[in-house]
């Protein structure tokens, strides 16, 4: 289960692009990174969080290899994935 539903994740962005970030982080409570990855998700339109989503090796091992050529941040964007989970 989802720590912040869709809906609050949407009214933290709509708040961040009026308001910015340090106004934002404040208000909601929530750290710079959720605030910036939340809306990187919203912009490419993968917000909506699926059920816990299961990795096959293959897949896992795909992550992995993308995160030694490119980093955390890229790997995020590009597979979906929060860092927490690369580590």
Do not use: D
């Amino acid at each position: 289960m989802a720590k912040h539903t869709i809906e609050f994740k949407k009214k933290v962005i709509e708040h961040f692009k009026k308001y910015g970030a340090a106004e934002t982080i404040r208000v909601y409570n929530v750290s710079k990174r959720s605030v910036y990855y939340w809306t990187s998700e919203h912009e490419s339109g993968c917000l909506m969080r699926k059920e816990k989503e299961t990795y096959s090796p293959e897949k896992k091992l795909e992550i992995i290899e993308y995160y030694r050529e490119n980093r955390a941040f890229e790997t995020e964007k590009q597979q979906h994935v929060m860092q927490s989970m690369l580590l």
